[in-house]
């Protein structure tokens, strides 16, 4: 893995206050989300840093290993609003937008909102669906707003979609279009527990299950205010000629490589990195953290032998820090 340096901390530096209230309320709801889920301490960390970034989660797992679980506690945590998708191949798009409908006491059409509109809005099984009621999420993800029937709706903020995909019955399910894969901050996995952390999970859910009774550690606009104070935190121009040399051997070594829109949520995630470390400021070990599970799915490897993640970890490994 490339060298790594410091950088300088001396310019752009949050206040002490707001910067220690980011990182308590950050730290309070993972804590929380690990009332009930076990043993994904790393991942909970992902999940989160891509929504202090203003991102999106795709989750590919088999079955039954906690995803939906995951996607409803964060909300829990943060009294955020939980809205679930599930796609099946007759799902329409404006079952996930909404539609209008006809009033004809006011002899006029009012909006029926989709469960686009949430705070975080689980995609079940979104592979099982058509790509024309896929695409359905992407305004939302882009620039979190709607348009319906010529209308467009912002969704609430913040806004994140948690995505999972089915990995099993491939026979069954369409391919998520490279378009739509770019637009999901982080590609991760859960996988299996292990076998002391699956007899913790089966001692918590066997009875009532923990989701029951879990309460929120922060409200909505403190969590906002958090993604608001990653928003400013330094990112210095050696860093982003860094991101931009691991966007260009992706590309150099791949038959399709990360997109600008993906160095830019490298930077994203690496600045809600910095805060569970409690800086306001992004090192590159940041960038070399969330390298992995940001560019991956983005690259499309020359041969089959080949993952993107191979590619990724090859240019972490050749690409230096200047």
């Known amino acids: ?74 909300a829990a945590s943060f009294e955020g609003t939980f809205k679930r998708v599930q796609f099946t191949p007759d799902l329409l798009p404006t079952d996930v937008t909404g539609v209008n409908v006809y009033n004809q006491q006011s002899e006029t059409f009012e909006f029926q909102p989709g469960p686009i509109f949430g705070n975080v809005v689980l995609g079940d099984e979104i592979n ?91 409200t909505l606009e403190e969590f906002q205010r958090a993604r608001d104070t990653v928003a400013d935190f330094d990112v210095e121009q050696p860093l ?17 490589g990360v997109s600008p829109r993906g160095s830019l949520a490298l930077l994203r995630a690496s600045q809600g990195r910095a805060l569970l470390d409690g800086r306001d400021y992004v090192v590159p070990d940041d960038l070399q953290t969330e390298a992995p599970s940001v560019l991956a799915h983005r690259v499309r490897p020359d041969s089959a032998e080949q993952t993107g993640r191979d590619v990724v970890r090859a240019a972490l490994d050749s690409v230096p820090v200047e």
């Open 1 to 74: 893995m490339a060298t790594m340096t410091d950088t300088d901390t001396s310019q752009g530096r949050q206040t002490e206050p707001a910067l220690r209230e980011a990182n308590r309320v950050v730290t309070q709801v993972i804590e929380n989300v690990e009332e009930v889920i076990v043993g994904h301490h790393a991942e909970i960390e992902h999940v989160l840093t891509a929504m202090l970034g203003r991102g999106h989660v795709l989750l590919e797992d088999v079955p039954g290993v906690g995803k939906t679980m995951l996607a409803r506690a964060i």
């Open 128 to 218: 099982r669906a058509p790509p024309k009621t896929q695409s359905a999420l992407l305004e939302a993800m882009e620039e979190g707003q709607v348009t319906v029937d010529g209308t467009t709706r912002a969704v609430p903020k913040p806004f994140t979609v948690i995505a999972t995909q089915n990995t099993v019955e491939q026979n069954r399910t369409y391919d998520l279009p490279m378009a739509e894969l770019d637009r999901f901050t982080k590609k991760i996995h859960l996988g299996y527990p292990d076998q002391v952390e699956e007899a913790e999970m089966l001692g918590r859910v066997v009875g009532r299950h923990p989701i029951e009774d879990l309460a929120s550690v922060t």
């Open 240 to 256: 982003r000629d860094y991101a931009t040399r691991l966007a260009r051997y992706t590309r150099e070594h791949a038959q399709l």
